[in-house]
């Protein structure tokens, strides 16, 4: 079983930056893919990130490409979501997801891929 913990969110204009990270209970981190998804008022929830084991390889949604980078630190069990250039249709929860991969450089897509969620965090971008 897999603990997942995020922080960081809270209210930034648009425009702004802001940096959410999660927090694993696992020792062996560096054995898990991670992802993160938001679920915006009224809509589906969505892939917004992922990130191989390795670090190595990383996707993003279309609609987050190029302002949004995900990273990870095996060492500290965590990895990060750096949001820049934030709109307000970014308004969302965010959630940190993690499954265990054999593949060292494979990412994962949709919800059915991750079998532990941390619990979510708000982020809310003003105009």
């Known amino acids: 079983q897999v603990q997942l913990v995020e922080s960081g969110g809270g209210l930034v204009q648009a425009g702004g930056s802001q940096r959410l990270s999660c927090t694993a209970s696992k020792r062996t981190f560096s054995n898990y893919a991670m992802g993160w998804f938001r679920r915006a008022p009224g809509k589906e929830r969505e892939f917004v990130a992922g990130i191989s084991r390795s670090g190595t390889n990383t996707d993003y949604a279309v609609s987050v490409k190029g302002r949004f980078t995900i990273s990870r630190d095996n060492a500290k069990n965590t990895v990060y979501l750096q949001m820049n250039s934030l709109k307000p249709e970014d308004t969302a929860v965010y959630f940190c997801?993690?499954?265990?991969?054999?593949?060292?450089?494979?990412?994962?897509?949709?919800?059915?891929?991750?079998?532990?969620w941390g619990q979510g965090t708000q982020v809310t971008v003003s105009s």
């Open positions: 997801t993690a499954r265990l991969s054999s593949m060292l450089g494979s990412i994962y897509y949709t919800d059915s891929d991750y079998p532990y």
